[in-house]
């Protein structure tokens, strides 16, 4: 099984329409995050958490919200979806011992309309 | 965030052929990534430099951690079409959390 997961792996939705993101993971890792990837642009961190009880705006976070509703598990919430919000989104997890390298979850593919 | 400078944006080559690719940044960082994201899929972490200097492998791949901290270097020796994917680095300085993440190169490898 994946250590890193997301669900759904693709969305079509309508503009205005709330859309929640969802990413579950099995690494025990205390750290978790949310990328929006398009073309061109890499990836551009959206929120991150660093525990149960923290969570913190990253790069580009308006228009989202987060929810990190356990250890294992990290939302990504569109309040009002909007086109351009179209993009691949990324979750990915890290430990804050040894060298905090990040491991990116299989990604959602989101469009709307 | 620190963008940091990828470069090529892409490579068209044919097997066998060796490969480089590199990103730069005008900030110092302590951590250099570099990932593989293959169409659909998510990046995958292909090699982590940690010192100034440092040179690692991973097979045919071989990448460095510039001398000013501020640039690093991938390599792909004798390609395979299984190389074709997008490249990515990526960078942390001391006082960030966050990884600072390059535009990306494109590799296509002909047979």
């Known amino acids: 099984d994946a250590d890193v997961t997301q669900t759904p792996r693709n969305r079509i939705t309508k503009t205005g329409k709330r859309i929640m993101l969802e990413c579950s993971q099995t690494k025990g890792h205390d750290r978790m995050y949310w990328y929006r990837q398009d073309p061109g642009l890499g990836l551009r961190l959206i929120y991150y958490?660093?525990?149960?009880?923290?969570?913190n705006k990253g790069e580009i976070s308006d228009g989202y919200s987060v929810s990190r509703q356990a250890q294992a598990k990290f939302s990504l919430s569109l309040e009002s979806a909007i086109p351009n919000q179209t993009a691949l989104y990324f979750c990915?997890?890290?430990?804050?011992?040894?060298?905090?390298?990040?491991?990116f979850g299989p990604g959602t593919r989101l469009l709307v309309l | 965030g620190q963008q940091l400078n990828q470069s090529p944006q892409s490579m068209f080559i044919q097997e066998g052929e060796d490969v480089s690719m590199n990103c730069t940044s005008s900030s110092i960082f302590n951590t250099w990534l570099w990932y593989k994201q293959d169409p659909g899929e998510g990046p995958v972490l292909l090699i982590a430099?940690?010192?100034?200097?440092e040179l690692t492998s991973n097979g045919r791949l071989t990448a460095q951690f510039g001398i000013t901290r501020k640039d690093s270097f991938l390599n792909i020796s004798a390609s395979i079409p299984s190389d074709v994917g997008i490249y990515f680095c990526a960078g942390r300085s001391n006082s960030g959390y966050a990884l600072n993440f390059g535009k990306g190169t494109s590799l296509l490898v002909t047979p």
């Open positions: 958490s660093f525990d149960v009880k923290d969570i």
């Open positions: 430099l940690y010192k100034a200097g």
């Open positions: 990915a997890t890290s430990d804050p011992t040894g060298a905090e390298t990040q491991y």
